[in-house]
């Protein structure tokens, strides 16, 4: 009875290590697609700096703005380009299009802002660039803007508490093999064995996980270098809480 016992908590505990593996899994592909998702936020987040018609030198204009808090100009457009962008949206331009009409359309540099920012930054970005002469006006979405600074504030909580779960486990696995040897006095060798099989578990959620998301044809986009992290993790919180160790 003794022996059923222990083979059906032994079965359990492996089982476990297969529910834990593919329940990373999973949420790193999430963690991973919204990530993705931000970055092509990232992208879109133009701040058009329109210039004034006086202006001669985009060049150095664009210049001065790139060194207001290190922006990146991601594209510099001067009147006729700008007239031929028009053009292409709307065609209706050529036949009512004169010298002056092409002059008028001013020039002007799309900027990307820092990967994280808050509003101070964008009122300071802002109130800088307006300060720079030859700079006319400064257009940009808000909403977009915030919806990328909440998605891109939780992908950092959601690091910093990955990063701390990760720590908190690491000392307990290490604590735990410390005391098994010197306490409990168990041998390196089976707490390698006890890893190999937990590792084994982990392995086996993954393919499990990746074999149905080819069945179901669901995007497993996951980061293939956090298998490298999450698969050793989860045999190590099988090992952690083995009471045979």
């Not at 990232?42 to 018609?53: A, E, Q, R, S």
């Not at 690491?170 to 006095?185: D, T, Y």
Request: aromatic share 18%.
């Amino acid at each position: 009875m003794k022996k059923l016992a222990k083979v059906v908590f032994n079965t359990i505990k492996f089982l476990s290590v297969i529910f834990l593996s593919s329940f990373f899994v999973l949420i790193s592909n999430y963690y991973y697609q919204v990530q993705s998702y931000v970055s092509s936020l990232y992208d879109d987040l133009n701040i058009v700096v329109f210039f004034k018609d006086s202006v001669k030198d985009i060049n150095a204009l664009a210049e001065k703005i790139k060194n207001v808090e290190i922006l990146y100009i991601k594209e510099l457009v001067d009147s006729t380009q700008s007239y031929l962008k028009a053009l292409e949206k709307n065609p209706f331009l050529k036949d009512i299009s004169t010298s002056d009409t092409i002059e008028s359309i001013g020039s002007y540099a799309v900027v990307l802002p820092q990967e994280v920012f808050d509003e101070k930054y964008l009122l300071k970005i802002r109130n800088d660039i307006e300060a720079i002469d030859g700079v006319d006006e400064i257009v940009f979405d808000s909403y977009s803007f915030n919806q990328y600074k909440k998605l891109k504030n939780l992908l950092i909580l959601c690091e910093k508490t990955f990063f701390f779960i990760f720590f908190v486990f690491g000392i307990l696995a290490v604590v735990k093999v410390i005391s098994s040897i010197f306490l409990q006095e168990v041998s390196l060798k089976k707490i390698v064995q006890k890893f190999c099989s937990y590792f084994m578990a982990a392995s086996i959620g993954f393919f499990i996980v990746w074999m149905l998301s080819i069945f179901f044809q669901y995007d497993l986009s996951i980061d293939k270098s956090l298998i490298l992290y999450m698969i050793p993790f989860a045999a190590i919180f099988g090992l952690i809480f083995d009471n045979h160790l």
